[in-house]
């Protein structure tokens, strides 16, 4: 159980696109997920968290017109990368936390993201 | 201010030996201390969770200590495997469980 899967898993584009990655709550209904940006050879960096139904909450530093996040159901949130450019180039990995476990994150496989 | 350091950065060993992973932090409020394994281009995923009153707790092959005094944790591998390449990362949750507060990770080499 708890299974957490994201799409697509690699992405090639040009600069000055957007891009657009879901995340997915398989087998339980996730209240709030997480997307977190990981550099190579560098851990996860929290970029914003959001709860179902409302606006996400972004972290400092983080463009929210850039990287637009829209939590619609209890199973699906995107994270859509506007105008992407070559330094938005990156590992983005979401996470969910379910209602009745509410400390525990699970992680999706992450989505390669290669700007142009 | 919340950190997490791990120790070493890399590590190579040989198949069957084992090994431990050191992760030191200054978080507040301690929720609890998970580690996780990060295979290479893949989400992570969990390995042990602890909770301040406990000091240990295995999984398999893996064997988390936790002092909660000092603030240090440990992660250790036992006959290690060519599987067990990948990156190990130590997270302490804080803020009552709302927050996550990552270590850069350790990633461990295991070769024939």
């Known amino acids: 159980g708890a299974v957490v899967s994201q799409h697509p898993s690699r992405v090639i584009c040009k600069s000055g696109t957007s891009v657009k990655i879901e995340c997915r709550s398989l087998?339980?209904?996730?209240?709030?997920m997480f997307w977190y940006r990981q550099f190579p050879k560098q851990s996860l960096m929290l970029m914003a968290t959001?709860?179902?139904?409302?606006?996400?909450?972004?972290e400092q530093g983080v463009e929210k017109d850039k990287f637009l996040i829209n939590h619609a159901s209890l199973t699906l949130s995107t994270l859509t990368v506007t105008s992407a450019h070559p330094e938005d180039s990156s590992f983005y990995i979401c996470?969910?936390?379910?209602?009745?476990?509410?400390?525990?994150?699970?992680f999706g496989p992450g989505t390669r993201l290669l700007v142009l | 201010k919340n950190q997490v350091e791990q120790s070493p950065q890399s590590l190579i060993i040989l198949e069957g030996k084992n090994c431990t992973l050191q992760c030191n932090y200054t978080v507040s409020p301690f929720s609890n201390l998970r580690w996780y394994k990060q295979d290479t281009g893949r989400g992570p995923v969990s390995l042990t969770i602890?909770?301040?009153?406990?000091n240990t707790k295995s999984n398999g092959r893996y064997t988390a200590t936790l002092d909660a005094d000092t603030k240090q944790s440990s992660l250790h591998i036992t006959a290690s495997q060519l599987s067990d390449s990948a990156s190990y990362i130590c997270?302490?949750?804080?803020?009552?469980?709302?927050?996550?507060?990552f270590g850069a990770g350790t990633i461990l080499r295991v070769k024939s």
């Open positions: 997270v302490v949750s804080t803020q009552y469980g709302n927050k996550l507060v």
């Open positions: 087998d339980f209904q996730a209240t709030t």
């Open positions: 996470s969910a936390r379910t209602r009745w476990y509410q400390e525990t994150q699970y």
């Open positions: 602890m909770t301040f009153s406990e």
């Open positions: 959001s709860n179902e139904g409302s606006k996400a909450t972004y």
